[in-house]
Every structure is written in structure tokens, then in C-alpha cells.
């Protein structure tokens, strides 16, 4: 099994609600990344797990708050969201290196609509 | 941190020509530079990828060249097909991705 698998494809939600995307991989990584894509902009990182603990945290706001609770699992658990984080959010799995980096491979993205 | 350049921003081809995607980074400890295509909707594929160690790769039409003392690696595709329309992003990482903007390469028939 060489893929990663995001649910819901698409999620509209209010500003006041609380929802969470989650994201699946069997391919043994032991990284996992979420990724935030505006339309025609690449990928920003926001948040990497290495072996299920958070390395790095690119300052992304409390409203976004990511978990894995093992090593295929990735959730991102959504609060009081503003209209500007609609946005294409994307999971990414591979290897974890420490200096050695390796292939990303991305889940099919779960399209966020905040109303 | 690292900053990732990409040229140009559109590029329209007919198709059976060459088409070059050039890139700069800036971070000399960046040692791993992916390309990724995106086509409209879909996610991100690795399409190929070259290490600091390597001065080419070549996989069937695609190429990737690097230039560490420059600085810059460039995407070569060959004999472009319609199908070859899409986004690309080279990226360049050291501890994370970074991304350049994409190119939106466009091949007409």
C-alpha cells in the first residue's frame, strides 16, 4: 500500500464549530506533515510529527491543534476557524531523517470551506 | 530559513518541444530537491527527485540537474505531451520541504 488517505474530502463548516480532518498511512512512515494550499500558491508547512511527536510548529494559530495518536494516524482538530483558513489541507507521510531527508508522499487533501 | 525561487511562473509549450523549469535555493545545507506535479484538484506527485550528491537524474522524458555551487537545479522535460499540463513546484529541503511558487506549464496539440 503505497498511499496516503485523508477524510472528509470536503468539510464546510461555521466559524463557531469544531471539527477534525484525519489522515491515514500504511506505508511504515514514521513522519507525517500537515500542509496548508491556497489556490495556485504550493504547499505551507504547519505542523511534523517524527515517531508520533511534534518536531516542528511553523507558528500556526491555536485554533489549529494537530494529534497522532500512532504511527499511521494524523488528525487536525479545527476550532473557531476564520474565513481565511479555507484552504486545500493536505497530509504528507515519509521516512524521518535526521539529516537525511526523504521522499514525501501526499494524501489526496481534504478541500475546508469556513462559512 | 530556507527561501526556494522558481522560473518562470507559465510556460506554454507545443507539443513534442522541451520544456525547463529552473530553480534557486538558498540554504547550503539543503541536501534533498523533490519536483512535484499537481495537476487541477489532485494532490502533489513526486515526479522525480535529486540528492546533493548527484549532478543528474533521468527518468524516461524527465531530467533533473543540480548546480549546489550555484545553487540552482532545474526540471528538463522532453518530447512534452498534452498530459504533461499541470503545476510544478520544485522544493528543497533540509529539516522541511520548502516550496518554490509552481509553474503552471501548459502544452498545446
Known amino acids: 500500500d503505497t498511499e496516503v488517505t485523508q477524510t472528509p474530502k470536503h468539510l464546510v463548516m461555521g466559524m463557531t464549530n469544531k471539527k477534525s480532518l484525519k489522515c491515514e498511512q500504511h506505508m511504515g512512515h514514521r513522519a507525517m506533515y500537515w500542509y496548508k494550499q491556497k489556490a495556485k500558491k504550493p504547499p505551507e508547512l504547519m505542523f511534523v510529527?517524527?515517531?508520533?511527536?511534534?518536531?516542528i510548529n511553523e507558528s500556526v494559530p491555536s485554533r489549529f491543534s494537530p494529534e497522532c495518536p500512532n504511527s499511521s494516524l494524523l488528525n487536525l482538530h479545527l476550532h473557531a476557524l476564520q474565513p481565511e483558513d479555507s484552504a486545500l489541507y493536505l497530509c504528507?507521510?515519509?521516512?524521518?531523517?535526521?539529516?537525511?531527508?526523504?521522499?514525501?508522499?501526499f494524501g489526496p487533501g481534504t478541500r475546508l470551506t469556513v462559512t | 530559513g530556507e527561501n526556494v525561487e522558481q522560473h518562470p511562473s507559465t510556460l506554454s509549450v507545443q507539443e513534442g518541444d522541451s520544456a525547463v523549469i529552473k530553480c534557486t535555493y538558498s540554504d547550503s545545507a539543503s541536501n534533498y530537491f523533490p519536483w512535484y506535479k499537481q495537476e487541477l484538484g489532485k494532490r502533489p506527485q513526486l515526479i522525480i527527485d535529486?540528492?546533493?550528491?548527484?549532478g543528474e537524474k533521468k527518468d524516461q522524458r524527465i531530467a533533473v540537474t543540480l548546480n549546489k555551487t550555484a545553487k540552482h537545479f532545474s526540471l528538463h522535460i522532453t518530447e512534452t505531451q498534452p498530459e504533461d499540463s499541470a503545476v510544478y513546484f520544485c522544493a528543497a529541503s533540509g529539516t522541511a520541504l520548502i516550496f518554490g511558487k509552481g509553474t503552471t506549464l501548459s502544452v498545446s496539440s
Open positions: 510529527y517524527s515517531y508520533e511527536k511534534l518536531s
Open positions: 535529486i540528492r546533493s550528491n548527484v
Open positions: 504528507a507521510s515519509s521516512q524521518p531523517g535526521t539529516g537525511i531527508p526523504y521522499e514525501q508522499y
